[in-house]
C-alpha cells in the first residue's frame, strides 16, 4: 500500500509525490516558458543593439539586466516543467522573475531627470538631479530585500523558514509599489505644471519637444510601462500575502497573465518607444530649459506688451 509523502520530502515527481503536492500545484507549461525566454531574450539583443547605436549605457543596462533576470527565471520555469519538486529549478525562478522589474524600475526612474532639464526645472518639485539619487536608491533597496527574501525561501529548510523568506520578499515589493506611487505622483504634478504653463514661457528646445510626436510617444511608452510594473507588483504582493500553496500561487493562468504577459509588456515598451529615438535629449549633453530661459522670455513679453499699449 502507498503512503502519501510529506511535499518537504519530494524531491521528484512520483506516485507518493504528485504534481499537485508540489509548491505551485502544477508543472509549469512548457511553450510559455520557452516562449517568454525567447521573448526576454529578444528584448535583451534589441536593448544591447540599441546602446551601440545611442550609447545609452544606464537604460539600456538597467533594461537588460531586468530581461536576462526574466530569461534565467523562465529557464528555471522550464526545469520545473520537468520536475515540479526541483529545487534548482525553484530557486532559480523565485528569485529571479521576483527580482527583475526592479531592474527596468531603475529606468524609467532615469527617464524624469532628462525630461525636467529639457521642459523646465522650475516646474518640477525636486531637482532633477535628485530623481536618479533618490528612486535609485530606493529600487536598489527593494531590490535586495526581494533578493535576499528570495534567497532565504528558496534555501529554507523549515517552513518557519520559508514564511521568514516570504516575509523579506513581500516587504521588498511593497516598497516597490510605494516607491513606483511616490514617482508616479511626483511625475503627474510635474507634467500637470508644464501643461498649464503659457508656451510663451517654454525656451525654444522645451516647446519643440512639447509639440513632438516622438516625445508623446515615449511618454506612452513610458506609461504603458510604469502601469504594468505596477499592476504586477500588486498581484506579486497579493500572491505572497497568501503564504506558499495558496490559491492565487497555484494558478498558472493568473500568473502568466499578472506576471509573465505583463512584464513582457513593459520590456517590450522600452524596446519600441526607446529614448534614443523618441527622446534624444537623453542621449547626452541635454539641453536644459532654465529658470533664467523663462524669466528672459517673461520680460521680452512684458516689454513687448508695454511698447504696444504705448
Known amino acids: 500500500m502507498l503512503v502519501n509523502r510529506s511535499p518537504s520530502d519530494c524531491t521528484e515527481v512520483t506516485p507518493d509525490c504528485p504534481v499537485t503536492g508540489s509548491i505551485y500545484g502544477y508543472a509549469p507549461n512548457i511553450a510559455a516558458s520557452y516562449a517568454f525566454t525567447i521573448i526576454f531574450g529578444l528584448c535583451a539583443l534589441i536593448q544591447f543593439i540599441q546602446i551601440i547605436k545611442w550609447r545609452m549605457w544606464s537604460f539600456g543596462i538597467a533594461v537588460i539586466l531586468g530581461a536576462i533576470s526574466e530569461v534565467i527565471g523562465y ?68 531590490l535586495s530585500l526581494q533578493g535576499a527574501g528570495g534567497g532565504l525561501a528558496a534555501t529554507a529548510t523549515t517552513s518557519q523558514g520559508s514564511a521568514v523568506g516570504s516575509n523579506v520578499m513581500m516587504a521588498g515589493i511593497v516598497w516597490q509599489v510605494a516607491t513606483l506611487s511616490v514617482f508616479g505622483g511626483l511625475s503627474v504634478m510635474f507634467f500637470l505644471r508644464v501643461r498649464k504653463t503659457p508656451k510663451y514661457q517654454f525656451s525654444a528646445e522645451a516647446q519643440k519637444v512639447w509639440e513632438s510626436g516622438r516625445f508623446w510617444f515615449f511618454c506612452s511608452g513610458i506609461v504603458v510601462c510604469f502601469v504594468m510594473t505596477f499592476a504586477r507588483c500588486v498581484y506579486r504582493i497579493a500572491e505572497m500575502a497568501g503564504g506558499w500553496r495558496n490559491k492565487i500561487m497555484q494558478d498558472e493562468v493568473g500568473f502568466i497573465v499578472f506576471e509573465s504577459a505583463m512584464c513582457a509588456v513593459a520590456v517590450a515598451v522600452l524596446c519600441i518607444a526607446h529614448p534614443g529615438y523618441c527622446f534624444k535629449q537623453m542621449r547626452g549633453n541635454t539641453p536644459k530649459s532654465t529658470v533664467e530661459d523663462t524669466v528672459l522670455l517673461e520680460q521680452k513679453t512684458e516689454y513687448n506688451s508695454s511698447h504696444s499699449m504705448a
Open 75 to 142: 529557464i528555471g520555469r522550464i526545469i520545473l516543467h520537468g520536475n515540479a519538486y526541483s529545487s534548482a529549478g525553484f530557486e532559480t525562478q523565485i528569485c529571479t522573475l521576483t527580482m527583475a522589474p526592479a531592474f527596468w524600475s531603475a529606468a524609467i526612474y532615469l527617464t524624469l531627470k532628462h525630461e525636467v532639464n529639457v521642459l523646465g526645472p522650475k516646474f518640477s518639485p525636486l531637482k532633477a538631479k535628485w530623481y536618479p539619487y533618490i528612486f535609485v536608491t530606493c529600487d536598489l533597496i527593494s
